[in-house]
Every structure is written in C-alpha cells, then in structure tokens.
C-alpha cells in the first residue's frame, strides 16, 4: 500500500488519506483526515477561525511489516494531536 498525505484547509474542512493499491498489495481505501479543534468541539461556542497546513511524505507500507511514518501540522495552536479513528 501507499499512503500519501499533503493539503492544506480550515477547520471547516476535511483532507483526504489515500491508500491505493500497488504490485500485488490486497486493499484500496479512502479515509477522511477531519481538524477539529477538541476544546470547542461540541461545546455550543463558535469555533474559532485559524487555518492548518498538512505536508507529509509517508513510506510505503507492506503487509506483515511494522509501519512507521511521520505526520507535521502548522498553523493554528500547538500542541497538534492526531488520532486515528479507524484502522487502515
């Protein structure tokens, strides 16, 4: 599998994660990347209006070998948290 992430955006949208298929790799997926900001996230406040910029360049991954990869995130207030929601 690939996994490529770059874009950039505001809290109101998402980016995209994708995953293809390469030279005999089993899965295709498509996830989303949503920003929101844990402090006002459901909170009945306004969410505040700041801008994110993603740039990543993921290794590939292979099917039975540990994966490690780094995500950096600029803009807003740090410190960043990312979390992921669902296996790949």
């Known amino acids: 599998m690939a996994l490529h992430l770059a874009g950039s955006g505001n809290n109101k949208n998402a980016g995209r994660v ?3 298929k390469q030279a005999g790799r089993l899965a295709v ?3 989303l990347l ?3 900001p844990i402090l006002f996230a459901g909170s009945g406040y306004a969410v505040p209006s700041w801008s994110f ?3 990543a360049s993921l290794p590939t991954g292979v099917v039975g070998v540990p994966y490690s990869g780094t995500i950096a995130a600029t803009g807003g207030t ?3 948290r990312f979390i992921i929601s669902d296996g790949i």
Do not use: F
């Open 29 to 31: 997926a498509v996830a």
């Open 53 to 55: 910029t993603l740039s």
């Open 18 to 20: 994708h995953v293809s």
């Open 34 to 36: 949503a920003v929101i």
């Open 78 to 80: 740090a410190p960043y």
